[in-house]
């Protein structure tokens, strides 16, 4: 049985990547705490953000970012068996997955989880394969286990460094067999795919692999998501220069976007790795590159990235408010015509301001409401 498609509904704007063995039920909460810190210290009112980012923050911008540092700090998270949490024993891995999947119960019973969380699981080529699917099996049984069969409403398995059809088919067969397994819905489990390596954007007959990975996952791809420094380091990029702005990097997300318009799979731009920590000149220089990543993401049409940080989602949310905002300022008068499929951009690019908090709904312009 083929489960529809899951890329409907509301879409987060981020994915919070953070190490299994670091998670919490209550991170989202801590992360929005620190955050708002890390702004109290280092920009406590709107100019001194303006200034620090070196963009326009008025009042009423800034008081939305607070608001959503309390209220949704975190839209997606990531609990990360891969990158993230390193080569370690097979003891420590599992038990890691046990634990991660009883905070997740545990988050579920006190409605602390972000509205969307999953986990990334480890490759499935380069004889990493059984580990993976180990780790996919416990924390998936353990979490229906611990919470009396419950799943998070959305949940995704995230598989890193996709390169052929055959590690999607694997990975879709494990899905369907803990679902039949478990007695969940079909389709409960859906998947994302990582762009880290050039063949999964030109494979050796000279074509973009990409729909046919999209397709071999029998709708239950939600995403795919493009990872900077692995793709940069296989094109043998210098490392000072692995960053989300390098033409490479953009040459990438434009083959993504062109192979996979239309299908409502949501794209993702990659991550910022210069972390926001003290001293204050180190944390403001990430702030800045931070800020210009996601804004170059969201003005290229990639309107999803990931964040690594807790002091990342000031600037994430201060990028993301200020372009969703533009786009309730109407082109219809004046010097520019907007065609019909412009607007239809433009309603969809409203929506998710709406919903991500940037755009009040008495803000959306009369022509532009449902």
């Not at 059809?165 to 859906?190: F, P, Q």
């Not at 071999?216 to 296989?234: E, I, L, P, Q």
Request: one cysteine or more; glycine letters at 8%; charged letters at 25%.
């Amino acid at each position: 049985m083929t489960p529809a498609p899951a890329c409907t509904g509301r879409r987060p704007i981020h994915t919070a990547y953070v190490g299994a063995h670091l998670f919490r039920a209550g991170l989202a909460g801590e992360w929005g705490e620190l955050a708002l810190r890390a702004l109290a210290d280092q920009a406590p009112h709107a100019a001194a953000l303006a200034a620090a980012l070196d963009c326009h923050v008025d009042d009423r911008l800034f008081a939305r970012l607070q608001e959503k540092l309390r209220r949704e700090p975190v839209e997606d998270l990531r609990i990360d068996f891969e990158d993230g949490f390193g080569a370690r024993s097979d003891e420590e891995e599992d038990g890691a997955a046990r634990s991660a999947a009883s905070e997740v119960a545990t988050g579920l019973a006190q409605d602390s989880l972000p509205s969307f969380l999953g986990i990334r699981i480890k490759a499935l080529g380069a004889g990493r394969a059984a580990r993976a699917a180990r780790t996919l099996e416990r924390f998936v049984t353990s979490l229906v286990e611990r919470s009396g069969g419950k799943l998070p409403t959305h949940f995704t398995v995230t598989l890193p460094k996709v390169a052929t059809i055959e590690e999607v088919t694997a990975l879709v067969c494990s899905l369907e067999s803990l679902e039949s397994r478990l007695h969940l819905e079909a389709g409960a489990l859906t998947l994302e795919l990582m762009v880290e390596t050039p063949r999964a954007l030109l494979g050796p007959d000279g074509r973009c692999p990409l729909p046919a990975l999209v397709a071999a996952t029998r709708g239950r791809c939600v995403g795919v998501h493009f990872g900077v420094y692995d793709y940069s380091a296989a094109l043998e990029i210098a490392p000072s220069h692995h960053q989300l702005r390098h033409p490479a990097c953009d040459h990438a997300r434009h083959v993504m976007q062109v192979a996979l318009a239309g299908t409502g799979v949501v794209l993702s731009a990659g991550s910022t790795n210069l972390l926001p920590v003290p001293p204050r000149d180190y944390l403001l220089r990430a702030w800045r590159l931070h800020f210009r990543d996601v804004r170059h993401s969201l003005e290229s049409g990639f309107y999803h990235g990931w964040d690594l940080h807790p002091a990342q989602l000031v600037t994430r949310y201060v990028a993301a408010y200020e372009f969703f905002r533009e786009c309730t300022e109407s082109t219809a008068v004046g010097t520019v015509l907007e065609d019909p499929a412009a607007r239809g951009v433009r309603v969809s690019l409203i929506q998710l301001g709406v919903d991500c908090g940037a755009i009040a709904e008495t803000e959306v312009p009369a022509d532009f409401r449902a």
